[in-house]
């Protein structure tokens, strides 16, 4: 990774599973939420998506994401982590480019705070993509 919220490439299913064990000794962790974001082989003007191509401003990128967990953590008590990963660079149709974790005591908190976070992050990150044809 080339910091903790951004990759290049697409997220592997091998850093996913990584990703999911990060807080497997919280005890006090009754729900986790989980959205993987997958490019998509839409049909765009008789031309079908091949891939996407992210790019960023890394250093706003970093600071963006580290504003939104505190955010989300801020406005739902029950939060206890929230993981962000963005892919960078080229990423082919049915590859995963957006991974979110959001861990919490309980499921209401943990799907209502992983939604927000997938709110702003579409919102706020300044991660911006290229359809590639």
């Known amino acids: 990774m080339k910091n903790r919220y951004l990759v290049g490439g697409p997220i592997t299913p091998l850093l996913i599973s990584e990703l999911m064990t990060l807080g497997d000794d919280d005890t006090g962790t009754g729900a986790v939420s989980i959205f993987i974001g997958r490019v998509r082989d839409d049909e765009v003007e008789d031309?079908?998506?091949?891939?996407?191509?992210?790019?960023?401003?890394?250093?706003?990128?970093?600071?963006?994401a580290d504003g939104i967990a505190n955010t989300v953590?801020?406005?739902?008590?029950?939060?206890?982590?929230?993981?962000?990963?963005?892919?960078?660079?080229?990423?082919?149709?049915?590859?995963?480019?957006?991974?979110?974790?959001?861990?919490?005591?309980?499921?209401?908190?943990?799907?209502r705070a992983c939604r927000h976070t997938l709110e702003m992050v579409k919102e706020k990150l300044p991660v911006w993509k290229k359809e590639l044809y």
């Open 73 to 111: 953590r801020s406005a739902f008590t029950d939060v206890r982590s929230v993981i962000i990963v963005h892919s960078l660079g080229v990423v082919r149709a049915g590859e995963t480019s957006l991974f979110i974790m959001v861990s919490a005591g309980h499921r209401d908190h943990a799907t």
């Open 47 to 64: 031309k079908r998506v091949k891939a996407i191509e992210y790019s960023a401003y890394e250093e706003m990128a970093v600071r963006e």
